[in-house]
């Protein structure tokens, strides 16, 4: 499959960390927030859509299930449409469908048909503008960039405080109908979005000859021969199983310990709050220079302490004990959430990113489709909610270790002969098509910002010693 990259800045541009990045950046807020709040908020409605249509909880659910779906599985033909057209038409494009789906839904006389709009339509028109923001942002950040996703990170919760309210608020006065086609034109900002995700320029208003950009596959299944690829597909998809349990789970365990229904409803608001500061925050630590070049070890270290969090919130006995274990998964869910696709943009650079983003997205649908009901089947059989927080945990545990062990052992060592003992610090040597990048240096960026392929060779004492990978960065 043939057909190059449009919207991509020239080979060798340098990210400019800042100018119009922060109106980039203030875009994928947005979407990031209207992309993850929007399946949990829609779930406001179920009551009045099961009096609507005469059906059950079971039903209703299916359509925050459908849009997670789609937001999760249509990852790669994100990736191809991203590849063949550019981010910023895609998200033009996905913001009309977003907002489309939701118009038609207020209209629809079968549950079915809201499965079809508001899951599939608006599910998909969210798909396509989720990742291509994703992918600007990379573009626009380099040395500021671990800051920039816990920023971009931080719409989740701040627009699930906002959009669950405003959407009972809708219900109240308009009905589920009226509701729904507010939301969907609310939707059509993600086009104003769009809008700012202007494409890199080279200097001088890219005139001029510039570097040639080699045709590239729509969908680059070549990242699957990177072990730092492959590693954190796994690690991320386990992750998954386990991540969205407890605030799937978390209300109906207070209301099992006899709280009342408002006050089990105000653990999520406790979660929510404590996220919105924590993924900001997380940015900003992966983003000190002692702390970046060991991001991954990071990323491990969050998902060991959402785990560990998940463990100790099964021997939670009371109101008190459930409040201390949401602000914990609070930070750590945060964490988390700042540091998983800066992690994977380290790992594979800018070039193989929007093919990256979108295979590991649809890998982690898979995923989300199995978690949430496992945990359900496993309370339906046992009766006992500890068990599901002790299975959330295991999974998420199990994430970091696949992550931190297949970082130490398959990536992270040299061979015996690359350590010259007395004989100086490495020294890392990037090589590209035209010549050399960089020097002795510990961290990449720069190469990867201007778009090159980095070949690693260690030596010490100016021999030349091993060459590595550049999977070996990360």
């Known amino acids: 499959m043939g057909g190059a990259v449009v919207d991509e800045g020239p080979t060798g541009i340098k990210a400019p960390d800042g100018g119009w990045g922060w109106a980039v950046l203030w875009g994928c807020f947005v979407i990031t927030g209207f992309s993850y709040a929007f399946p949990k908020a829609v779930s406001v409605f179920f009551k009045e859509l099961m009096r609507e249509f005469g059906i059950g909880y079971s039903d ?6 459908i849009l997670l779906a ?3 599985g249509t990852g790669p033909l994100c990736s191809v449409c991203v590849n063949r057209f550019g981010c910023r038409p895609v998200m033009l494009a996905g913001g009309l ?14 549950i079915v048909q809201l499965y079809l709009t508001t899951g599939v339509i608006t599910g998909l028109g969210l798909a396509l503008n989720f990742q291509p923001s994703l992918i600007m942002l990379n573009r626009y950040f380099n040395k500021r960039r671990p800051m920039a996703n816990g920023l971009a990170a931080a719409g989740s919760p ?3 405080c906002a959009l669950s309210p405003l959407g009972q608020l809708l219900q109240d006065h308009y009905g589920w109908r009226g509701g729904f086609l507010i939301l969907g034109g609310l939707l059509l900002n993600c086009c104003v979005c769009a809008a700012l995700m202007r494409p890199l320029e080279a200097p001088g208003g890219g005139q001029g000859p510039g570097p040639q950009r080699p045709a590239r596959r729509l969908l680059d299944l070549s990242v699957f021969r990177d072990r730092g690829f492959v590693i954190y597909a796994v690690a991320a998809s386990v992750m998954v199983l386990g991540l969205f349990v407890p605030p799937v789970f978390v209300v109906s365990y207070a209301k099992d310990l006899g709280v009342p229904d408002t006050r089990a409803a105000f653990l999520l608001t406790v979660l929510g709050f404590i996220d919105i500061f924590a993924r900001p925050t997380a940015g900003f630590v992966a983003g000190l220079k002692r702390v970046r070049p060991y991001s991954v070890y990071l990323f491990s270290f969050a998902m060991f302490f959402n785990g560990f969090t998940d463990l100790t919130g099964s021997t939670a006995g009371d109101y008190g004990g459930l409040v201390v274990f949401c602000i914990f998964f609070g930070i750590s869910y945060g964490m988390v959430g700042a540091l998983q696709f800066e992690v994977l943009m380290a790992i594979v650079g800018t070039q193989q990113f929007s093919s990256a983003i979108g295979l590991v997205l649809l890998l982690e649908a898979v995923a989300v489709l199995i978690g949430p009901p496992s945990g359900g089947k496993l309370l339906d059989a046992t009766h006992v ?3 599901v927080f002790i299975l959330a945990g295991a ?7 696949v992550l931190v062990l297949g970082n130490f052992f ?10 010259g003992a007395g004989r100086g610090a490495p020294t890392l040597v990037f090589i590209s098509q035209t010549g050399p990048v960089g020097g002795a240096v510990g ?5 990867r910002a201007a778009g090159h392929r980095p070949i690693v060779f260690f030596g010490g004492g100016g021999g030349v010693g091993t060459r590595r990978s550049k999977a070996d960065l990360w």
């Open 158 to 160: 701040v627009f699930l």
């Open 443 to 447: 961290w990449a960026p720069a190469a």
């Open 60 to 65: 209703t659910a299916w359509v925050s299930s």
């Open 410 to 419: 398959c990536i992270g060592r040299r061979p015996a002969g690359a350590q």
């Open 97 to 110: 469908l977003a907002s489309l789906g939701m118009v038609s839904a207020s209209f629809c006389g079968s």
């Open 70 to 72: 789609m937001l999760y």
């Open 395 to 401: 999974e998420v545990l199990t994430s970091s270790l």
């Open 385 to 387: 909610y500890q068990y």
